[in-house]
């Protein structure tokens, strides 16, 4: 995060609050020493000292003792305020799970079936019942989030991008429920008493594998989710790289083969045409018995089915033929593949890894990595409890950079 910030309308924040402001949206993710927190938040070590003892003064962290590489170090930690537990939704095809987080990383969940299509009334009573449910537990006075972020399937329009805070785009998944184009995020804090904001479940997935998964050790990577249908983020920097629309990451519908299948988005050839689910079912239709989703698909290929393993072997070579012609002009280190068709590991891997090997050739100094997701299932929900995390680190900085902040070029 570069600067001071302020929202629109907002107040000024000086640059010694942004500089605040940002030690605790690194902090968000996890506890840090202050040398790691000097290197994920770009200031010298004697800044962030400085700036920690207003912040540990204000009681918004506090110092533990810890030993980091052998050496005794003081790591920090964002205080466990009454505020700080926030909420998560993850809305996916066949289920709805809602989940709280507080700023220890005590996570509550509870998950629930739908049908698909679900009528959006139903989704929205689901989302309000199980977050009732996980806030019983507990004494209610201990639990009061103050930011929620919601999972969603499918492309999410900017908020800004419409002042009727219509967030879901009417494609693709969103579709298939017959909803059209609704104020989810809106909607979802009416009922649940928070105010929410939408974001796609790639992009989520991608933020929590970046802070708790396979990409910790990268800044600068593709996440491609394949399941019913295929999507993507991109990191770049270390940050979710959204685009002027927030369309960014829409790998299922770049066009691979000019002149292949018809997709439903209008194109040809796209991506999603070559690994999609209905791809995969497409080619194996005279398998016996044959697979409805792409759980099935996995299924017999773990078992040893050569059909399915021959179907899952070419999803592998087209995800590798995709990332080596995208991955040199960003200059991208790693891939992380998520979804229903990452629980193939090895058999899916070796395919991209094979043509990778190809097409990049000598121009490349280095091997880029492919790696399925470590969060697996749970990417979407614990993504969207970091991002409501972040939200409310905002929440922090706004009240920080108030009235009584001077413009100022001090830490």
């Given at each position: 995060?570069?600067?001071?910030r302020?929202?629109?309308?907002?107040?000024?924040?000086?640059?010694?609050?942004?500089?605040?402001?940002?030690?605790?949206?690194c902090?968000?993710?996890?506890?840090?020493?202050?040398?790691?927190?000097?290197?994920?938040?770009g200031l010298?070590?004697?800044?962030?000292?400085?700036?920690?003892?207003?912040?540990?003064?204000?009681?918004?962290?506090?110092?533990?003792?810890s030993?980091?590489?052998?050496?005794?170090?003081?790591?920090?930690?964002?205080?466990a305020?009454?505020?700080?537990?926030?909420?998560?939704?993850?809305?996916?095809?066949?289920?709805?799970?809602?989940?709280?987080?507080?700023?220890?990383?005590?996570?509550?969940?509870?998950?629930?079936?739908?049908?698909?299509?679900?009528?959006?009334?139903?989704?929205?009573?689901?989302?309000?019942?199980?977050?009732?449910?996980?806030?019983?537990v507990?004494?209610?006075?201990?639990?009061?989030p103050?930011?929620?972020?919601?999972?969603?399937?499918?492309p999410?329009?900017?908020?800004?991008?419409?002042g009727?805070?219509?967030?879901?785009?009417?494609?693709?998944?969103?579709q298939?429920?017959?909803?059209?184009?609704?104020?989810?995020?809106?909607?979802?804090?009416?009922?649940?008493?928070?105010?929410?904001?939408?974001?796609?479940?790639?992009?989520?997935?991608?933020?929590?594998e970046?802070?708790r998964?396979?990409?910790?050790d990268?800044?600068?990577?593709?996440?491609?989710?394949?399941?019913?249908?295929?999507?993507?983020?991109?990191?770049?920097?270390?940050?979710?790289?959204r685009?002027?629309?927030?369309?960014?990451?829409?790998?299922?519908?770049?066009?691979?083969?000019?002149?292949?299948?018809?997709?439903?988005?209008?194109?040809?050839?796209?991506l999603?045409?070559?690994?999609?689910?209905?791809?995969?079912?497409?080619?194996?239709?005279?398998a016996?018995?044959?697979?409805?989703?792409?759980?099935?698909?996995?299924?017999a290929t773990?078992?040893?089915?050569?059909?399915?393993?021959?179907?899952?072997?070419?999803?592998?070579?087209?995800?590798?033929?995709?990332?080596?012609?995208?991955?040199?002009?960003?200059?991208?280190?790693?891939?992380?593949?998520?979804?229903?068709?990452?629980?193939?590991?090895?058999?899916l891997?070796?395919?991209?890894?094979?043509q990778?090997?190809?097409?990049?050739?000598?121009?490349?100094?280095?091997?880029?990595?492919?790696?399925t997701?470590?969060?697996?299932?749970?990417?979407?929900?614990?993504?969207?409890?970091?991002?409501?995390?972040?939200?409310?680190?905002?929440?922090?900085?706004?009240r920080?950079?108030?009235?009584?902040?001077?413009?100022?070029t001090?830490?």
């Amino acid at each position: 995060m570069g600067g001071a910030r302020a929202g629109a309308g907002g107040p000024r924040i000086s640059p010694r609050a942004g500089n605040l402001g940002r030690l605790l949206e690194c902090l968000a993710p996890k506890p840090l020493s202050q040398t790691e927190l000097a290197v994920a938040s770009g200031l010298s070590e004697a800044t962030v000292s400085n700036l920690v003892k207003l912040l540990v003064r204000d009681r918004h962290v506090v110092l533990e003792h810890s030993v980091r590489n052998g050496r005794r170090a003081n790591v920090v930690r964002l205080a466990a305020h009454r505020s700080s537990w926030v909420l998560g939704v993850d809305l996916a095809r066949s289920w709805i799970r809602v989940g709280l987080m507080s700023s220890t990383d005590e996570i509550l969940d509870a998950r629930a079936p739908i049908p698909h299509p679900c009528a959006y009334s139903e989704a929205l009573e689901t989302i309000g019942r199980l977050t009732r449910g996980l806030l019983a537990v507990r004494d209610p006075s201990s639990i009061d989030p103050v930011a929620g972020v919601v999972s969603v399937p499918g492309p999410v329009r900017r908020p800004e991008d419409d002042g009727a805070g219509r967030d879901l785009i009417p494609q693709g998944w969103h579709q298939t429920t017959n909803w059209g184009s609704v104020p989810l995020a809106h909607d979802i804090g009416e009922v649940v008493g928070v105010p929410v904001h939408a974001d796609n479940d790639a992009n989520l997935s991608a933020l929590a594998e970046l802070h708790r998964g396979a990409a910790v050790d990268s800044r600068d990577f593709l996440f491609l989710s394949v399941d019913a249908g295929v999507g993507g983020a991109l990191v770049l920097d270390g940050r979710i790289y959204r685009g002027a629309t927030g369309m960014a990451g829409e790998f299922g519908h770049t066009v691979v083969e000019p002149h292949g299948r018809a997709c439903w988005c209008g194109a040809r050839g796209c991506l999603e045409t070559l690994i999609g689910e209905r791809a995969l079912l497409a080619a194996l239709r005279t398998a016996e018995p044959a697979p409805h989703t792409v759980d099935d698909v996995v299924r017999a290929t773990l078992a040893g089915d050569g059909a399915h393993r021959a179907a899952v072997h070419e999803a592998g070579l087209a995800i590798g033929t995709f990332v080596a012609a995208v991955s040199t002009p960003l200059d991208l280190d790693l891939v992380v593949i998520g979804g229903a068709l990452a629980r193939a590991e090895t058999l899916l891997l070796d395919g991209v890894r094979a043509q990778l090997a190809h097409y990049l050739g000598r121009f490349r100094p280095y091997t880029i990595e492919v790696s399925t997701a470590r969060l697996g299932r749970d990417g979407p929900l614990y993504g969207a409890l970091l991002a409501a995390r972040e939200r409310q680190t905002d929440r922090d900085l706004l009240r920080i950079g108030g009235p009584r902040a001077e413009a100022t070029t001090s830490p």
